[in-house]
C-alpha cells in the first residue's frame, strides 16, 4: 500500500493537533457535538483526493451519529457548495440551542437541531477560531490573531458586533466559567482573567491547556502538555489529580450534570469517562492509515433544561 505524501501527512496532523477548549453549562445530560475531519487519497495515486469537514452529534450512550453540516473537498474544490470550509471545536450554548464553531478564518453559529443556515461572524481580517459563549449566551468569546503565535482573546457580541480585546501579551482557547472568569492559555501555562481584563492570575506552574469549567465553576479540567494527559484541579488551583486516559488528549469538556468528562484524544476518538476516572466508555473511533486519516476535532456536550 501507498503511503501518504510526507506533506500531506503533516499538514493533516498539524491541523489535528490544535487545542480546541471550552466550559460546560449546567443541565441535564444531551447530544455530544465534535467536529470531525477525513482525508483520503487514492491508494494508486489516479483519483483526486477527497477531504470532508462536517459537524457530528452522537448520544452519550454512542451509536450512529447524526450529521448536522458537512463540507466535502475533491480535489481541493468543493463538490458541492458548503456553508462553511470546516466545523472544528463546537460549543453549545448555554441553553443548548445554539452552537457556535471555528469555520476556519471565521467563527459560526448554527442551530441546535441543524435546522437554519450558518451565520458567518465578521472576519475582522484575522483568523478568528475557538469560540465558548458567555453564561448569559449574549456573547462570544475566542481567540484571533494573524497566526498561532500571536493569537489574543477577544469578545464580542453574538453576531459579532462590539468586539473588542481582552488579552495584549498572548493568550488562546478560551474557556468561560458560570461563574464569570474566563481561562485560557499563554505560553504553556494556564491563566484566569474576568471578562473587563481585571484579575489576571496564574493557575499553573508545571504546564496546562486546554482548559474546561466544570457546571458550576469551581474546578478545572485540563491536558498537560507533557504526555497530553488528563487532569482536574480547583479553581484556585489546588486539589490536583490526573484522571485516567490515554495520551494525547487534544480537548475535554465536563458534561452538564457535572458526573462525567467527554474527552477527544488523537488515534482514539471521542470517549467519556466519569470524574474519578471510572467507566471509560468509547463513542467515536480515530482511524489513521497509509491513504488516509479520520478525527474528532473538539467536543462540547448540550446542556438541556
Not at 7 to 13: E, I, K
Not at 82 to 95: G, H, K, L, M, N
Not at 122 to 146: C, E, I, K, W
Not at 253 to 263: E, F, H, I, N
Request: proline share 7%; charged share 20%.
Amino acid at each position: 500500500m501507498r503511503r501518504l505524501a510526507l506533506p500531506l501527512v503533516s499538514l493533516a496532523l498539524t491541523a489535528l493537533l490544535a487545542a480546541p477548549v471550552a466550559h460546560a453549562f449546567p443541565g441535564r445530560n444531551g447530544a455530544i457535538a465534535y467536529g470531525w475531519f477525513s482525508l483520503t487519497e487514492d491508494e494508486l495515486g489516479e483519483q483526486p483526493s477527497r477531504t470532508l469537514h462536517a459537524l457530528r452529534l452522537v448520544t452519550p450512550a454512542g451509536g450512529e451519529p447524526r450529521e448536522l453540516r458537512s463540507c466535502l473537498l475533491v480535489g481541493g474544490e468543493p463538490a458541492r457548495p458548503c456553508e462553511a470550509p470546516q466545523f472544528d471545536t463546537p460549543a453549545w450554548s448555554p441553553d443548548g440551542t445554539r452552537i457556535a464553531f471555528d469555520a476556519g478564518t471565521r467563527i459560526g453559529l448554527l442551530d441546535g437541531d441543524g435546522g437554519g443556515t450558518v451565520r458567518l461572524l465578521p472576519a475582522r481580517g484575522l483568523n478568528s477560531g475557538r469560540p465558548v459563549f458567555s453564561p448569559s449566551g449574549t456573547q462570544l468569546a475566542f481567540d484571533a490573531g494573524p497566526s498561532a503565535g500571536g493569537q489574543q482573546l477577544w469578545i464580542s457580541d453574538l453576531f459579532g458586533g462590539g468586539a473588542r480585546r481582552l488579552t495584549g501579551r498572548g493568550g488562546r482557547s478560551p474557556a468561560w466559567s458560570t461563574r464569570g472568569t474566563i481561562a485560557f492559555e499563554r505560553d504553556g501555562q494556564l491563566y484566569a482573567i474576568r471578562p473587563d481584563g481585571s484579575g489576571l492570575r496564574r493557575l499553573t506552574g508545571r504546564g496546562g491547556r486546554a482548559p474546561a469549567w466544570s457546571p458550576h465553576g469551581t474546578k478545572l479540567a485540563f491536558v498537560r502538555r507533557r504526555a497530553d494527559l488528563l487532569y482536574v484541579m480547583n479553581a484556585d488551583g489546588s486539589g490536583l489529580r490526573q484522571v485516567r486516559g490515554p495520551r494525547g488528549v487534544e480537548s475535554v469538556r465536563w458534561s452538564p450534570d457535572g458526573r462525567r468528562l467527554v474527552y477527544e484524544a488523537f488515534d482514539a476518538g471521542v470517549l467519556t469517562i466519569g470524574t474519578d476516572g471510572r467507566g471509560e466508555r468509547q463513542l467515536v473511533q480515530d482511524a489513521v492509515g497509509g491513504t488516509y486519516v479520520q478525527a474528532a476535532r473538539g467536543v462540547d456536550w448540550q446542556p438541556l433544561r
